[in-house]
Protein backbone atom coordinates (compact mmCIF):
# COMPACT_ATOMS: atom_id res chain seq x y z
CA UNK A 1 0.00 0.00 0.00
CA UNK A 2 0.94 3.59 -0.97
CA UNK A 3 1.92 5.63 2.52
CA UNK A 4 0.83 8.98 2.73
CA UNK A 5 2.43 11.29 5.36
CA UNK A 6 1.72 14.89 6.73
CA UNK A 7 3.23 17.49 8.20
CA UNK A 8 2.93 19.48 10.42
CA UNK A 9 0.17 17.55 12.18
CA UNK A 10 -1.37 20.72 13.56
CA UNK A 11 -1.10 24.25 12.77
CA UNK A 12 -2.03 27.29 14.47
CA UNK A 13 -2.39 29.83 11.77
CA UNK A 14 -3.08 33.91 12.19
CA UNK A 15 -5.67 35.06 9.90
CA UNK A 16 -4.28 36.76 6.65
CA UNK A 17 -1.10 35.20 7.46
CA UNK A 18 -0.04 32.43 4.72
CA UNK A 19 0.05 28.43 5.63
CA UNK A 20 1.43 25.52 4.26
CA UNK A 21 0.99 21.45 4.60
CA UNK A 22 3.00 19.09 3.29
CA UNK A 23 2.23 15.30 2.20
CA UNK A 24 5.05 13.12 1.12
CA UNK A 25 3.77 9.62 -0.18
CA UNK A 26 6.01 6.55 -0.29
CA UNK A 27 5.64 6.00 -4.20
CA UNK A 28 5.44 8.08 -6.75
CA UNK A 29 2.09 9.35 -7.47
CA UNK A 30 2.88 10.66 -11.20
CA UNK A 31 1.28 8.36 -13.74
CA UNK A 32 2.19 7.75 -17.23
CA UNK A 33 -0.21 10.37 -18.60
CA UNK A 34 1.68 12.79 -17.09
CA UNK A 35 -0.85 13.87 -14.20
CA UNK A 36 -0.06 13.52 -10.49
CA UNK A 37 -2.58 11.51 -9.07
CA UNK A 38 -3.16 13.55 -4.95
CA UNK A 39 -5.85 15.20 -4.26
CA UNK A 40 -6.69 17.27 -0.67
CA UNK A 41 -9.40 17.33 1.00
CA UNK A 42 -10.69 19.76 3.99
CA UNK A 43 -12.81 18.83 6.77
CA UNK A 44 -14.42 21.23 8.61
CA UNK A 45 -15.66 21.07 12.19
CA UNK A 46 -19.16 18.81 11.85
CA UNK A 47 -18.85 18.61 8.14
CA UNK A 48 -18.12 15.96 5.57
CA UNK A 49 -14.49 16.21 3.90
CA UNK A 50 -15.12 18.14 0.97
CA UNK A 51 -12.65 18.04 -2.50
CA UNK A 52 -9.97 21.27 -2.40
CA UNK A 53 -7.43 19.84 -5.35
CA UNK A 54 -7.48 17.45 -7.41
CA UNK A 55 -4.86 15.86 -9.71
CA UNK A 56 -2.25 17.98 -7.09
CA UNK A 57 -3.11 20.98 -8.71
CA UNK A 58 -6.09 21.64 -9.97
CA UNK A 59 -9.06 23.49 -7.81
CA UNK A 60 -12.33 21.76 -7.11
CA UNK A 61 -15.14 23.84 -9.03
CA UNK A 62 -16.46 26.57 -5.80
CA UNK A 63 -12.94 26.59 -4.23
CA UNK A 64 -11.09 30.31 -3.65
CA UNK A 65 -8.64 30.55 -5.01
CA UNK A 66 -6.84 31.28 -2.05
CA UNK A 67 -6.29 27.72 -1.93
CA UNK A 68 -3.09 26.13 -3.94
CA UNK A 69 -1.71 22.61 -5.07
CA UNK A 70 1.86 22.03 -5.94
CA UNK A 71 4.26 19.23 -6.52
CA UNK A 72 5.23 16.22 -8.37
CA UNK A 73 5.77 12.55 -7.62
CA UNK A 74 6.16 11.89 -4.08
CA UNK A 75 6.14 15.80 -2.49
CA UNK A 76 3.26 17.86 -2.81
CA UNK A 77 2.36 21.00 -0.91
CA UNK A 78 -1.27 22.98 -0.22
CA UNK A 79 -0.99 26.40 0.21
CA UNK A 80 -3.38 29.46 1.80
CA UNK A 81 -2.28 32.15 0.65
CA UNK A 82 -3.91 33.96 3.28
CA UNK A 83 -5.85 32.38 6.00
CA UNK A 84 -9.85 33.27 6.52
CA UNK A 85 -11.16 31.88 10.09
CA UNK A 86 -13.17 29.54 7.70
CA UNK A 87 -10.75 27.75 7.09
CA UNK A 88 -10.37 25.76 10.23
CA UNK A 89 -10.76 22.28 10.25
CA UNK A 90 -8.56 19.02 9.38
CA UNK A 91 -7.00 18.88 5.73
CA UNK A 92 -5.59 15.20 3.98
CA UNK A 93 -4.01 13.91 1.63
CA UNK A 94 -5.11 11.57 -0.51
CA UNK A 95 -3.79 8.95 -3.12
CA UNK A 96 -6.07 7.79 -5.53
CA UNK A 97 -3.20 6.15 -8.02
CA UNK A 98 -3.61 2.35 -6.69
CA UNK A 99 -5.74 0.86 -5.04
CA UNK A 100 -6.48 0.80 -2.16
CA UNK A 101 -6.86 4.54 -2.54
CA UNK A 102 -4.92 5.80 1.13
CA UNK A 103 -5.11 9.06 3.43
CA UNK A 104 -2.36 11.16 4.98
CA UNK A 105 -2.98 11.24 8.71
CA UNK A 106 -4.47 14.91 8.55
CA UNK A 107 -3.36 18.44 9.42
CA UNK A 108 -5.49 20.11 12.34
CA UNK A 109 -5.32 23.92 11.07
CA UNK A 110 -6.80 26.42 13.84
CA UNK A 111 -6.72 29.76 14.65
CA UNK A 112 -4.14 30.92 17.08
CA UNK B 1 -28.44 19.60 -7.16
CA UNK B 2 -26.12 16.99 -7.01
CA UNK B 3 -27.14 14.38 -3.48
CA UNK B 4 -25.80 12.18 -1.30
CA UNK B 5 -27.93 10.45 1.32
CA UNK B 6 -26.82 7.59 3.40
CA UNK B 7 -28.71 5.40 5.67
CA UNK B 8 -29.23 2.40 7.67
CA UNK B 9 -26.36 3.21 10.52
CA UNK B 10 -27.84 1.10 13.90
CA UNK B 11 -25.78 0.04 16.82
CA UNK B 12 -25.09 -3.71 16.34
CA UNK B 13 -23.54 -6.70 17.95
CA UNK B 14 -20.42 -7.77 17.52
CA UNK B 15 -20.96 -10.78 14.75
CA UNK B 16 -24.16 -8.67 13.70
CA UNK B 17 -25.00 -7.62 10.05
CA UNK B 18 -25.79 -4.51 8.53
CA UNK B 19 -26.74 -2.79 5.50
CA UNK B 20 -25.94 0.57 4.74
CA UNK B 21 -27.87 2.64 1.65
CA UNK B 22 -26.47 5.58 -0.38
CA UNK B 23 -29.66 7.30 -2.07
CA UNK B 24 -28.43 9.82 -5.12
CA UNK B 25 -29.56 12.45 -7.13
CA UNK B 26 -28.94 15.23 -9.24
CA UNK B 27 -26.84 13.06 -11.35
CA UNK B 28 -26.44 10.05 -14.12
CA UNK B 29 -25.97 8.17 -11.48
CA UNK B 30 -25.35 4.95 -13.68
CA UNK B 31 -22.15 6.45 -15.39
CA UNK B 32 -20.30 7.11 -12.01
CA UNK B 33 -18.05 5.46 -10.06
CA UNK B 34 -19.08 4.97 -6.31
CA UNK B 35 -16.56 4.80 -2.82
CA UNK B 36 -17.58 3.67 0.45
CA UNK B 37 -15.40 5.61 3.06
CA UNK B 38 -14.87 5.36 6.99
CA UNK B 39 -13.54 7.33 9.90
CA UNK B 40 -13.79 6.13 13.34
CA UNK B 41 -14.69 8.90 16.29
CA UNK B 42 -12.00 10.99 16.46
CA UNK B 43 -9.88 8.96 13.86
CA UNK B 44 -8.83 9.96 9.89
CA UNK B 45 -10.14 8.48 6.53
CA UNK B 46 -10.08 5.45 5.40
CA UNK B 47 -10.90 3.89 1.70
CA UNK B 48 -13.57 0.83 2.18
CA UNK B 49 -14.27 0.21 -1.14
CA UNK B 50 -15.23 1.20 -4.57
CA UNK B 51 -17.71 0.00 -7.85
CA UNK B 52 -17.75 0.87 -11.19
CA UNK B 53 -21.03 2.74 -12.59
CA UNK B 54 -22.19 -0.73 -14.63
CA UNK B 55 -21.51 -2.64 -11.49
CA UNK B 56 -18.42 -4.63 -13.79
CA UNK B 57 -15.55 -3.73 -11.27
CA UNK B 58 -15.24 -4.02 -7.56
CA UNK B 59 -12.18 -3.48 -5.03
CA UNK B 60 -12.06 -3.78 -1.70
CA UNK B 61 -9.67 -2.78 1.24
CA UNK B 62 -8.36 -5.47 2.90
CA UNK B 63 -9.52 -5.13 6.10
CA UNK B 64 -12.90 -5.56 4.84
CA UNK B 65 -12.67 -7.83 2.21
CA UNK B 66 -15.24 -11.18 2.57
CA UNK B 67 -17.20 -9.54 4.88
CA UNK B 68 -18.33 -6.54 3.01
CA UNK B 69 -20.14 -6.50 -0.18
CA UNK B 70 -20.79 -3.26 -2.18
CA UNK B 71 -23.88 -2.87 -4.67
CA UNK B 72 -25.24 -0.62 -6.18
CA UNK B 73 -29.36 -0.54 -8.04
CA UNK B 74 -28.72 2.06 -11.36
CA UNK B 75 -32.84 1.64 -11.64
CA UNK B 76 -32.71 3.30 -7.56
CA UNK B 77 -29.86 5.36 -7.76
CA UNK B 78 -28.77 3.76 -4.99
CA UNK B 79 -25.50 2.42 -3.25
CA UNK B 80 -25.27 -0.18 -0.75
CA UNK B 81 -22.70 -1.85 1.82
CA UNK B 82 -23.65 -5.15 3.53
CA UNK B 83 -21.74 -5.65 6.06
CA UNK B 84 -21.75 -8.99 7.90
CA UNK B 85 -19.16 -10.34 10.54
CA UNK B 86 -18.95 -6.72 11.91
CA UNK B 87 -16.34 -5.97 14.58
CA UNK B 88 -15.84 -3.57 17.51
CA UNK B 89 -13.12 -1.98 14.71
CA UNK B 90 -16.04 -1.72 11.86
CA UNK B 91 -17.47 1.22 14.67
CA UNK B 92 -17.10 4.48 12.10
CA UNK B 93 -18.96 7.38 10.12
CA UNK B 94 -19.46 5.70 7.01
CA UNK B 95 -19.19 8.47 3.82
CA UNK B 96 -20.39 7.49 0.03
CA UNK B 97 -18.81 9.49 -2.43
CA UNK B 98 -19.15 10.19 -6.16
CA UNK B 99 -16.03 9.41 -8.22
CA UNK B 100 -16.22 11.97 -11.38
CA UNK B 101 -13.27 11.82 -13.60
CA UNK B 102 -10.43 11.90 -11.36
CA UNK B 103 -12.64 13.91 -9.05
CA UNK B 104 -13.99 12.70 -5.65
CA UNK B 105 -16.28 15.67 -5.44
CA UNK B 106 -19.55 14.98 -3.66
CA UNK B 107 -19.73 13.18 -0.30
CA UNK B 108 -22.65 12.06 1.98
CA UNK B 109 -23.42 13.36 5.31
CA UNK B 110 -22.46 10.02 6.60
CA UNK B 111 -24.33 7.60 8.74
CA UNK B 112 -22.65 6.07 11.99
CA UNK B 113 -22.24 2.13 12.56
CA UNK B 114 -21.59 1.51 16.55
CA UNK B 115 -20.38 -2.11 16.63
CA UNK B 116 -20.56 -2.57 20.59
CA UNK B 117 -21.80 -5.49 23.08
Known amino acids: DIVMTQSPLSLPVTPGEPASISCRSS???????????LDWYVQKPGQSPQLLIY???NRASGVPDRFSGSGSGTDFTLKISRVEAEDVGVYYCMQPLQIPFTFGPGTKVDIK | EVQLVESGGALVQPGGSLRLSCAASGFSFSTYWMHWVRQAPGKGLVWVSR????????TYADSVRGRFTISRDNAKNTLYLQMISLRAEDTAVYYC??????????WGQGTLVTVSS
Open chain 1, 27 to 37: QSLLYSNGNNY
Open chain 2, 51 to 58: IKGDGSSI
Open chain 1, 55 to 57: LGS
Open chain 2, 97 to 106: VRDYYDMRDY
